[in-house]
């Protein structure tokens, strides 16, 4: 490594891709420094998916201590103290931030608390005023909520905000399509809140299924979520009572004591100091990036939500650990592959996928065979809950070659984490049948498509 420089690499930003980067580079005997300037983890662990998965689990019991009633369990009265939850969250995020640190700690990476701009070639300064240089530069400062921009934006919350309400807001109206805005009307229609779901156009989750969206759809509008389709702001004002009047077009002003925005997110550059060295940043705000992660300025690259590429914590990971091999690594520089990545939606009922549509593989393939289970799980039966699942199995006709599967159900993420190496690897629906099925379980219908 050249001692020309302080650090052999000089990672922004502490989240799940910059902390693996680092830690892989300092194992492979890399002089590592890492800015942060608010908490080590980034938003995955502090205000992502961790804490809402645990918003997930707690919103679950709802409507698991009703459906105990039918398997013959006495239920006393029932109190959801959200106090409780929210706090208990922020200790384990707390605790998990700890560990994230501890990590970094124990892979000698310096860490820096505070705030680091470009201020030159391989010139790092920060916020505190001391200026560092680095052979290598990685940007991985993550991604933050869109807040569009209509009179009264400032009356309303993000993701960011929703883990720390100091109570669950009777009313609340969530802004977007999308898998936050999905989840978090779930979460907050179990905790007793009435929720409203407003969206500019008349699709949700826009690049799943159909058929899952729709079933979606039907079964959020059976547990009393109210959509509000082709919906943009007039404006939001904050009532003398304090509650927020809010005016969507199409729509009568309607009261809400909560507004929560879930209307994308945006790769955060902003005072990273691109503009001095030339770095090329997309028209969505990304870094522009190679399939390497190497930006046009040679020896800065970047990772993660910032490069807009997948907006997914696992693969930020990949691509900070494919980074740290192929820059300070002995082998071969190799780059991540970003097709046929699964993901989740954890709505109520979840929603995983992974590979090609319907519609996207008649588009592609032309011809395609579709295998379809649609069924109501052994649990809601017993429980008297007509809530069904779906499953779906896209098949590639020519070859047999399974190219997409999309299901929603109970543990639908759960299951799908193995199906989804199947699908990676190019098994057959042949391969499926040839399986003995596992019963009795949903993951059956995998291996039981007729």
Not at 93 to 116: C, I, K, M, W
Not at 127 to 144: F, Y
């Amino acid at each position: 490594m050249a001692d020309t420089y302080d650090y052999d690499l000089f990672t922004i930003g502490a989240g799940s891709g910059g902390v693996r980067a680092s830690r892989v580079a300092a194992a492979h005997g890399a002089r590592v420094a890492v800015a942060e300037e608010y908490r080590v983890g980034g938003t995955c662990v502090i205000r992502g998916c961790v804490p809402k998965k645990m918003l997930v689990y707690g919103a679950h019991f709802a409507e698991d201590l009703e459906d105990a009633k039918s398997f013959g369990w006495t239920i006393g009265e029932k109190r959801f103290d959200w106090a409780t939850l929210r706090d208990h969250v922020q200790n384990d995020v707390t605790r998990l931030e700890g560990l994230y640190g501890q990590t970094l700690s124990n892979h000698d990476v310096t860490v820096f608390p505070e705030r680091a701009t470009i201020t030159g070639d391989h010139q790092i300064t920060l916020a505190s005023g001391k200026v560092v240089t680095a052979k290598t530069i990685l940007i991985a400062t993550g991604a933050r909520p869109h807040v569009p921009d209509f009179p009264g934006n400032e009356h309303a919350i993000t993701s960011n905000e929703a883990f720390h309400l100091a109570e669950i807001p009777r009313r609340i109206l969530i802004v977007g399509g999308g898998y936050i805005a999905n989840e978090f009307a779930g979460i907050f229609n179990e905790f007793g809140s009435k929720v409203t779901i407003a969206n500019r156009s008349d699709t949700i989750l826009r690049g799943y299924d159909e058929s899952l969206r729709d079933r979606l759809l039907q079964i959020s509008m059976v547990k009393g979520i109210e959509f509000c389709f082709n919906a943009e702001f007039e404006r939001v004002e904050k009532t003398a009572e304090g509650c927020l009047r809010v005016k969507l077009t199409g729509q009568e002003e309607r009261e809400f004591d909560v507004v929560m925005l879930a209307t994308g997110r945006v790769p955060n550059i902003e005072g990273l100091g691109l503009e001095t060295v030339g770095v090329e940043c997309g028209k969505r705000g990304q870094i522009v990036v190679d399939a390497y992660s190497r930006t046009n300025v040679d020896y800065i690259y970047a990772v993660g939500d910032v490069t807009d590429r997948v907006q997914l914590t696992p693969v930020a990971i990949r691509e900070g650990q494919a980074f740290a091999d192929s820059v300070f690594g002995p082998g071969e520089p190799y780059a991540v592959d970003h097709s046929c990545v699964p993901s989740a939606v954890f709505s109520h009922p979840p929603i995983a996928a992974v590979g090609m549509t319907e519609g996207q593989a008649r588009n592609t393939l032309g011809s395609v065979k579709v295998y379809q289970a649609d069924f109501r799980p052994m649990k809601n039966v017993v429980a008297g809950r007509n809530e069904r699942s779906l499953y779906k199995m896209i098949v590639d006709a020519a070859n047999d070659r399974i190219v997409g599967i999309h299901m929603i159900g109970p543990e639908a993420p759960e299951i799908m984490q193995a199906a989804a190496v199947a699908v990676k690897a190019g098994l057959t629906k042949a391969d499926f049948d040839a399986t003995v099925a596992i019963h009795p379980t949903m993951a059956e219908e995998l291996v039981l498509f007729k």
